[in-house]
């Protein structure tokens, strides 16, 4: 494992948020690589809440981490807004640090993987935002290691 002050050990929570769906993504101990573990069908504050309190608890889950809909110029716009006020929801909630990471092109990429696959439409719709969650986090987790390398001089 990359050790530093700023990489404490645990797994990381990756969340691909949208209005009907979360897709859900968690990272091995060592916070190397991504897994998707779930897509939560919302229903209400509580309800979401919930669930997420669940899966934080199952896995050992010391930090989150969720894509953020930037407009392709990177610039916030009213999705980006409204995930900023879902984290700080997370955050109120939780306790624990969540990242907002850009999205930007995730759920594309994850459509192409799965084009490759020949995955059907059906069972696409199924898989999608959890692909699109393993992406955000593992984006996230390879930029943290490159991060840690380069600034150990472990590169």
């Known amino acids: 494992m990359v050790s530093g002050p700023n990489l404490p ?26 897994q998707g573990i779930a897509t939560l069908h919302r229903r209400n504050r509580r309800y979401d809440l919930g669930e997420l ?20 110029s990177g610039e916030s716009g009213m999705q980006a807004e409204k995930m900023a006020g879902f984290a700080e929801q997370l955050r109120q909630a939780f306790s624990l640090p969540v990242h907002l990471w850009d ?9 192409r993987l799965l084009d490759e696959t020949g995955i059907s439409d059906t069972r696409r719709r199924k898989v999608i935002d959890k692909m699109a969650a393993v992406l955000i986090l593992q984006s996230f987790l390879d930029a943290r290691k490159a991060n840690a390398s380069f600034t150990t001089g472990t590169r």
């Open 53 to 72: 309190r669940r899966l934080l608890a199952e896995h050992e889950v010391r930090e989150i981490v969720m894509g953020n809909p930037l407009r392709m």
């Open 9 to 34: 050990s645990g797994r990381i929570l990756g969340l691909d948020v949208g209005a009907r769906r979360i897709g859900i993504a968690i990272s091995d101990p060592l916070g190397v690589t991504a």
């Open 103 to 111: 999205e930007r092109l995730t759920t594309a990429e994850a459509h």
